[in-house]
């Protein structure tokens, strides 16, 4: 599975004066920042029309990009179905 990854924490340093003033421009709450910068979360719909409210005279492209981390549909449900099993059996 393809990641999409943000660049606009490296935008954002002078332009606003911290994280929850971004938060309040892209019109979300404060940690969803957080938790897309640490990771935690995906970036989705409302974030990516936010970072386009915050950062309007950068293109898509400027503000977000594809990691190479690619999990094939297969490996993943081989993981699952392995781990699965192995639950079962300790049943």
Not at 2 to 7: A, E, F, G, H
Not at 40 to 60: D, S, Y
Not at 71 to 85: E, F, I, K, M
Request: hydrophobic residues 40%; contains cysteine.
């Amino acid at each position: 599975m393809m990641i999409i990854k943000t660049r606009i924490f490296e935008l954002c340093n002078g332009r606003y004066s911290n994280l929850s003033e971004l938060a309040r421009v892209m019109e979300i709450s404060v940690s969803q920042i957080y938790r897309v910068r640490e990771g935690k979360r995906h970036i989705n719909q409302k974030f990516l029309i936010g970072a386009v409210k915050a950062f309007p005279e950068h293109k898509l492209d400027d503000l977000f990009y594809f990691t190479g981390e690619w999990t094939t549909v297969t490996s993943h449900c081989q993981q699952t179905l392995a781990l699965t099993s192995a639950k079962m059996s300790q049943q």
